[in-house]
């Protein structure tokens, strides 16, 4: 399992575990190490400076003159703002855990390309922050949303070929899911550019049935970390395990139910990646 669920899951999946959910995390008065990482004496401090330097702009369309994060080096962005790929299903077990959920624009694809008309972050647990009643400009631009309409929102960015994070604010602390494409700032540092690794990769890995697979390739385009090589010959997919993040998108658009995901701890190739 990743680092995050040894150090911050008792072993177990880090983002399943209630207490990193917890208001007691979001007000608790930080480490000195913490406070270096991040800037910020609480967990609650910097998710207001986050709310207003990189929520906000995507909510009004004007760049802030300040940044968002404070973590120079991988180390530091696992200590402020780090996420990891769910498959849809961990997904939901998410949304079962919290009690608010509210999608709102995305900062990184503002930043990237300027757009501010898509909302494909969800934000958890907004009113223990107590911004949604201090920003009142940004409630047109915010939907507080119940668990039903979550899932199915998801559900149709899983079909879409979004790839699903969870991401802290202040680590262990959640503070949302992101549903990502090539648009997304943390994808094109981590994965085009190769500069910086901003999330880990999925607990999964996608294996492809032989038996099943018809040479579609629809899996093949869904795909955005190029785990997926078809073979002219044989005239089938095949995921390469070393490559794969785990999001598991790929499955919702094979119609013949020919894509499974694995723990990645069961395949050697892939089980030390992250």
């Known amino acids: ?42 967990r609650l401090a910097w998710a207001n400076r986050f709310w207003e330097s990189f929520v906000m702009p ?19 962005e696992k200590l402020e703002h780090f996420g990891q790929v769910l498959p849809i299903e961990d997904v939901e077990q998410v949304l079962d855990r919290v009690d608010s959920i509210t999608r709102m624009p995305c900062g990184c694809r503002f930043l990237t390309t300027g757009k501010t008309d898509r909302r494909y972050c969800f934000g958890l ?59 997304c700032g943390a994808y094109k540092w981590q ?4 500069q910086n690794k901003s999330f880990f990769r999925a607990e999964y890995v996608a294996a492809i049935d032989w038996e099943r697979c018809n040479g579609c390739k629809r899996c093949f385009r869904q795909c955005q970390f190029g785990a997926l090589f078809y073979s002219s010959a ?19 658009t094979c119609k013949q139910d020919a894509i499974a995901l694995k723990p990645r701890a069961q395949v050697p190739e892939a089980a030390g990646l992250w």
Not at 17 to 30: C, D, I, S, T
Not at 128 to 147: I, M, Y
């Open 234 to 252: 044989l005239a089938k997919v095949h995921a390469d395990a070393a490559r794969c993040y785990g999001c598991g998108v790929c499955r919702a």
């Open 1 to 42: 399992m990743c680092e995050f669920c040894t150090k911050h899951g008792e072993g177990k999946k880090w983002y399943l575990e209630m207490k990193n959910y917890a208001g007691e995390l979001l007000h608790e008065q930080l480490s000195h190490t913490l406070q270096e990482a991040s800037g910020a004496t609480t």
């Open 125 to 183: 647990g907004l009113d223990q922050w107590g911004v949604l009643g201090r920003f009142p400009d940004a409630k047109a631009s915010l939907e507080v949303l119940d668990n039903r309409q979550a899932r199915k929102l998801f559900r149709d960015y899983d079909r879409e070929g979004l790839v699903h994070s969870i991401w802290t604010g202040v680590t262990p602390y959640v503070i949302g899911i992101c549903n990502c494409d090539r648009d």
């Open 58 to 76: 995507a909510v009004t369309g004007v760049k802030s003159p300040t940044g968002s994060f404070t973590a120079q080096t991988p180390e530091q």
């Open 191 to 194: 994965i085009e550019m190769a």
